[in-house]
């Protein structure tokens, strides 16, 4: 028999080569371990990026820079840098240092910031531009390997991408409107047939008259005339001048605020009088300070001078404090703003469905039109019009005034099982002004009694501040204002719709605002006024007054319940991607 062969130095060979294999694979499973934590720490770095990106005023984008994949976001490439280089540059992570020139370059390679979503699945990139969604990626990170070069891989590359996004609290509109022009501070929606709207001027005091005449006024650096407008800041002392005849025996000059608010009156040694002119040495910073209207009287011994005359000329001079307030034209039969026709699946009728979109919300989410233009109309043929009842209606119908019938259910007494909007609720006032009543009563139905000053988050600012368009300052409402029914967020239109007219309309934006007849001057201690809002005649409802809010003046809200952003007002930022 032939002698076996001696396979001794095989096994050897055997054993060496695999040895190399598994030291090989155990290094290889180190170094992808290594470049999967370093690809987590990109990401992390990435993600901040993105957030940092999205905040501020970045987002919505419209940059119209373009890439063969999307648009560029040149607006956010400074914040994106930033945190990047914070972040990054100190763990040594990048290949090459970002710059904000190169985030905006069109070269992925060397990270880019972009608008929308995207896809790198593909041989090519693709971008799903959306102007309210920011997308960074970030530059290479080169990985050595330490144990993988054993089988011939020395390094790898990791990048990441992170999406941010803008999005809107889930806020349940309303079927009502504004126009541009009347969307902001105090305004009024009534009955088309007996209501009345807030333009018709009511102080306190209203039947006093005397011998005195009012003519015209002069503040300092200001031409004489019967209405004026000081500027905000206002300059501390500014003496007022008043002019007239019959005015030997003034005792007092009175401030007055519209409707049942502030009376601030200057008397005494401050005061200068002889028969013709009425002078004060400075307007009380009670008036400067609550930015609005104010109308001027005096008093002869018990009784102000007119505020009107028969025929509805007005005797009150007028001091506006702050830019010029636009007197809203709507007619005082129907208020200053109106419904939107919108269809409830739940009602049939159209004062029904309104009635049921006041109580329960809108079925159906509310938008900015793309390209809002002159004459903010719009048609079902037109780009970018969405008509109800879709998703993300920018397109509406609709109706000035409001029928009694709607308010009546829709605020108060329900409608198909659903109650009414401001019928209390366990759980349903949610800030509580120390000595008011909440809830309340009205027309025998328990009703949620928030008052919008309540929601001040300090004791100086007032409701004058945060309701006009001029406002540029902090969050200084609680975020707790939007779980008040009372809170409501009211779509813009681009103009006056045409009472009786047939057209549609295009929504140019959104505004908050809040159930309440508050005075300018009401601060976060101040009380709740009668009716709160509501004006009532024989227990039905006559008109609703709102306040329009400025929507810097909101807190950010950090809710899960989130909707597609509305186009204006409080944000919630959101990693999407």
């Known amino acids: ?116 979503t995207l896809d790198r699945s593909g041989s090519q990139p693709t971008l799903d531009f959306d102007p309210y969604e920011l997308t960074v990626v970030s530059p290479a990170r080169k990985v050595d390997f330490v144990f993988a070069d054993v089988l011939g891989f020395d390094d790898t590359i990791v990048s990441a991408k992170a999406t ?33 709207a807030d333009n018709e001027l009511q102080l306190q005091h209203p039947d006093d008259t005397n011998a005195a005449t009012l003519t015209s006024m002069t503040a300092e650096g200001l031409p004489a005339a019967a209405s004026i407008a000081i500027p905000t800041p206002v300059p501390h002392p500014t003496p007022l001048t008043i002019y007239g005849s019959n005015l030997a025996n003034v005792t007092a000059v009175g401030f007055f605020e519209p409707g049942p608010g502030e009376l601030v009156t200057v008397s005494g040694a401050d005061l200068s009088v002889s028969a013709g002119s009425v002078g004060i040495t400075d307007i009380p910073s009670q008036v400067t300070s609550v930015p609005g209207d104010w109308y001027v009287r005096v008093k002869i011994g018990a009784s102000w001078s007119t505020v009107a005359t028969q025929k509805g000329d007005l005797k009150a001079l007028q001091l506006i404090i702050g830019e010029p307030t636009l007197t809203c034209g709507q007619g005082s039969s129907e208020g200053n703003f109106g419904s939107l026709l919108l269809s409830n699946s739940k009602a049939s009728g159209q004062w029904q469905q309104i009635a049921m979109n006041i109580a329960g919300g809108l079925e159906h989410s509310l938008a900015v039109h793309p390209t ?49 909007r401001l019928s209390h609720r366990t759980g349903s006032s ?104 509501l004006t009532l005649d024989k227990g039905s409802i006559e008109s609703v007054q709102v306040v329009f809010i400025n929507a810097k003046a909101l807190s950010p809200l950090d809710s899960g319940d989130v909707t597609e952003y509305a186009g204006t007002g409080p944000r919630v930022l959101r990693l999407v991607d």
């Not at 990435?46 to 373009?66: E, K, M, Q, S």
């Not at 009347?182 to 088309?192: F, S, V």
């Not at 109309?377 to 993300?392: D, F, H, I, K, R």
């Open 430 to 533: 949610t800030c509580a002004t120390p000595g008011s009543d909440n809830p309340t009563t009205v027309s025998g139905i328990l009703i949620n009694n928030d008052t919008l000053s309540c929601y001040l988050t300090d004791d100086t600012t007032n409701i004058g501040t945060i309701s006009s368009a001029d406002y540029d300052g902090a969050p200084v409402l609680s975020p707790e204002i939007y779980n008040s029914p009372r809170f409501l967020i009211v779509p813009v239109l681009g103009r006056q719709p045409t009472n009786g007219g047939s057209n549609k309309y295009q929504i140019v934006g959104f505004r908050p605002a809040f159930v309440t007849n508050q005075a300018n001057s009401a601060t976060r201690t101040s009380p709740p006024l009668a009716g709160n809002g």
């Open 1 to 116: 028999m032939p002698r076996p062969r001696d396979e001794r130095g095989a096994i050897a060979l055997v054993v060496a080569v695999l040895t190399v294999v598994l030291l090989g694979m155990a290094g290889m499973a180190v170094d992808l371990g290594h470049a999967y934590v370093a690809r987590r720490d990109v990401q992390k770095v990435v993600d901040f990026a993105a957030l940092a990106g999205a905040a501020g005023n970045n987002l919505p984008g419209t940059t119209p820079l373009t890439c063969s994949y999307g648009r560029r976001a040149a607006a956010a490439d400074q914040a994106v840098q930033d945190v990047l280089r914070r972040l990054g540059d100190e763990a040594e992570m990048w290949q090459e240092a970002p710059t904000a020139q190169g985030l905006v370059d069109c070269d992925l390679r060397n990270g880019e910031v972009l608008y929308g």
């Open 164 to 196: 941010a996004a803008i999005k809107s609290p889930r806020v349940s509109s309303v079927p009502l409107y504004a126009f541009t022009g009347c969307d902001y501070g105090r305004q009024t929606i009534a009955q088309p047939n007996n209501g009345h």
């Open 372 to 420: 809002p233009a002159d004459p903010w109309t719009c048609s079902a043929a037109q780009t970018g019009a969405v008509l109800w009842p879709a998703e993300g209606t920018n397109c509406v119908d609709t109706k000035p005034g409001m029928v009694a019938n709607a308010a009546q259910a829709g605020f108060l007494t329900g409608l198909s099982g659903t109650p009414g």
